[in-house]
């Protein structure tokens, strides 16, 4: 296994500026309750100390390191830079599976690196879906992919990056979660539905069509940023909370 960075290197050398940037901080909502639609029953906020751009994962193999994943963040350095800086980009076919397969990269080597301190009581994301995606470096059949534009509130203490991990429980065994970030004005979101079910695009309440663009599954084009933009923090949290039920 070789180390990843979580956010790549080129990310310090295009946004130099964020180097020095206020920490970056992750949650992790989980569902321990006894009802099977219940979103968020613990709740838990780490930081990390390291620097934005500093923190890695030992959870990969070299080959995936230095092959698929190498390649993938040299092709999508150009569309993914001019959506953090908040500039408008049209995303062809190509460039949507592109910016999708490194959001889902970028939330499960995170999820799985050292830095979130401690695993959570039920997992979020299971062993399974970053086992598959290393091996077939393509999403798996059961993802959503969608993206936001985020306004930073003016005040001090405005974060560069976060992550957030939500899972919620189902009948009969089954689960779905999504798992978001945001790094500058780019707000990215995975939603991952039920094993056996095709994913709705009601998977979530951020799946709002003057708020998000859906990549994957996606169109001939996707013009980025949407209408509006996810507000401030409290519009943060608002866009990465799941609903009391959405309906399996």
């Not at 009802?35 to 990390?48: L, N, S």
């Not at 509130?153 to 009969?172: D, I, K, N, Q, W």
Request: proline share 10%.
């Amino acid at each position: 296994m070789s180390k990843e960075h979580i956010l790549p290197k080129w990310l310090r050398r295009e946004f130099p500026e964020y180097t020095d940037a206020p920490t970056h901080q992750r949650t992790i909502n989980e569902n321990e309750g006894r009802d099977p639609h219940g979103p968020r029953v613990a709740y838990r906020r780490d930081e990390t100390k390291n620097g934005l751009f500093n923190d890695q994962a030992r959870v990969v193999c070299t080959g995936c390191n230095n092959g698929w994943m190498s390649q993938l963040e040299k092709r999508v350095r150009e569309p993914l830079s001019q959506m953090i800086r908040g500039l408008p980009v049209v995303l062809t076919g190509e460039r949507q599976a592109l910016v999708s397969l490194w959001v889902v990269k970028t939330l499960m080597v995170s999820y799985r690196g050292p830095q979130l301190g401690g695993r959570p009581t039920s997992e979020i994301i299971l062993p399974v879906d970053p086992e598959s995606l290393y091996r077939d470096a393509a999403l798996g059949p059961t993802m959503v992919v969608s993206v936001s534009f985020y306004e930073p509130e003016t005040s001090p203490g405005e974060l560069v990056y976060a992550e957030s991990f939500t899972r919620m429980e189902h009948e009969h065994g089954l689960y779905s979660y999504v798992a978001s970030l945001k790094l500058g004005h780019f707000v990215a979101q995975l939603g991952r539905a039920p094993d056996g079910v095709r994913p709705p695009l009601g998977l979530a309440p951020y799946l709002l069509p003057d708020r998000v663009a859906l990549l994957c599954p996606g169109a001939a084009s996707v013009n980025w940023p949407p209408a509006k933009p996810v507000y401030g923090r409290a519009g943060w949290e608002k866009h990465v909370t799941l609903p009391e039920r959405i309906g399996y």
